[in-house]
């Protein structure tokens, strides 16, 4: 069929199945680029493995250090006639180059918050590697069924206390509003985003793997944070999502008891402002991005979640490094976008934005070319007018 985008607000209904096997080949060759990463990881689990940080961490593994890894997603098969979703397409693309290179990769595709999914890929490392030494945690939900209790937990993006106004975009048309968050009106809303995007799911997931004995001596594992800028902080780190970010945060101390007796270790690395499927639904974070890519491609320091992945595991976690940690006990991987100068000059453009001048001052174009990159499109060399399988299946996966 001809698949070409079909857009509704932040999402993207369809996906291309050559542009996205387009876009996991463009990563697989920087990681390459880069050269080995010396005593990396060698068995890796990711969950939340088919797109954006987790993707970019399971090609990493896999590339840097020739890593036999494990995916765990939430995706939807292609079927004749219905393209399947982007991250199905980018974990067949990358199983199939995986599998030509040699290297091992299978996948698991269902509710990861789920004991059935557990239990399954406890299984699955049982059989095929016996234990992993590198577990990363990349999931961004917005619902959360409880394995334990069967509450359905949604998480919200409010801010706490008083209501937030800001400038938001719609990056598609490229005009500037002012967007009114009202506040959480009860505690139930907090608890509901720290049940989803709070640190509960990684403990269960390591406490289980543990118990199964499936971790090995000296295992890592790695959940991912965001602070960002104060402009955003009623809306992120000092709204819902924040609230649920400092509990996975703060779930760090009870992993690292957890994991003492096998000499492992966790942690929580704070990465870049990227766009991704998830942080593309967030208010005001688009419009910061478009600025954040200007004001970095300018200085030369722009990076990718590919980039940040790949820096993340040569320079922070392996090569012999021990990381350095900030006050609060996280890696920091987010030092570049943080950066005095650059969060200046993020400002004074944020400060003087209108629909009329946005084109000019922002990336905007960067931001829309890496959205639609999510989902395989804006590929100079695909022909998005030519008709392509939609159906194409993931190796390990039986369809
Ligand atoms: P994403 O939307 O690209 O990826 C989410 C992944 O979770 C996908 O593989 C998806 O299939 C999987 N998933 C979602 N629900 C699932 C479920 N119930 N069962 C199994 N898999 C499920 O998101 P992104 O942006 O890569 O986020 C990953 C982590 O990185 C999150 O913790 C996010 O807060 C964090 N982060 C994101 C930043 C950004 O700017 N995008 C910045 C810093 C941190």
């Known amino acids: 069929m001809i698949i070409q985008p079909r857009v509704r607000g ?20 920087y990681v390459k680029s880069q050269g080995e990463i010396s005593n990396g990881p060698k068995k890796v689990l990711v969950i939340g493995a088919s797109t954006g940080f987790g993707l970019a961490s399971r090609i990493t593994a896999a590339y840097g250090s020739g890593a036999a890894t494990i995916g765990v997603f939430f995706e939807k098969p292609a079927a004749p006639g219905k393209p399947g979703t982007a991250g199905w397409y980018n974990t ?10 040699g290297l091992y990769a299978k996948s698991i595709n269902g509710d990861a918050f789920s004991d059935d999914i557990k239990q399954q890929t406890i299984d699955l490392i049982k059989a095929d590697l016996g234990q992993v030494d590198l ?9 959360r069924t409880h394995p334990k209790t069967g509450v359905a937990h949604a998480s919200v993006l409010k801010p706490i206390g008083q209501s937030f106004t800001n400038k938001t975009v719609d990056f598609h048309t490229g005009v500037i509003s002012d967007i009114s968050i009202q506040p959480v009106e009860n505690e139930e809303d907090i608890e509901n985003t720290i049940a989803v995007m709070g640190g509960e799911d990684w403990k269960f997931w390591i406490e289980e793997l543990k118990e199964a004995g499936v971790l090995a001596e000296g295992v890592k594992t790695v959940a991912y944070s965001y602070i960002g800028p104060e402009l955003t ?13 400092d ?10 008891d957890m994991l003492q007796d096998l000499n492992g270790i966790s942690y929580v690395s704070v990465n ?4 991704t499927q998830s942080s593309s639904a967030i208010p005001v974070v688009p419009l910061y991005i478009s600025f954040l890519y200007k004001v970095m491609k300018e200085k030369g320091i722009h990076e990718g979640t590919i980039e940040q992945m790949q820096r993340l595991f040569a320079e922070k976690l392996y090569n012999n490094n021990t990381p350095t940690l900030d006050e609060k006990g996280r890696i920091r991987v987010d030092d570049l976008e943080m950066r005095a100068d650059v969060q200046a000059e993020v400002d004074a453009l944020w400060q003087k934005a ?5 084109e000019e001052i922002s990336d905007i174009k960067g931001y829309r070319d890496d959205f639609f990159n999510l989902f395989g499109f804006n590929f100079d060399n695909i022909n998005y007018d030519a008709d392509t399988n939609e159906v194409v299946n993931i190796p390990s996966i039986k369809s």
């Open 272 to 275: 870049k402002a990227l766009v």
């Open 247 to 256: 509990d996975l945060e703060d779930t760090v101390t009870v992993l690292n």
């Open 233 to 245: 902080y009623p809306i992120y780190r000092n709204g819902t999502i924040g609230k649920a970010k």
């Open 10 to 29: 932040f999402i993207c209904l369809t996906s291309h199945p050559e542009g996205t096997a387009q876009h996991i080949k463009n990563q697989i060759d």
């Open 92 to 101: 067949a693309a990358f199983e199939k180059e995986a599998h030509a290179a």
């Open 354 to 358: 209108t629909t009329e001048n946005l």
């Open 135 to 143: 577990v990363i945690y990349s999931l961004a939900s917005p619902r």
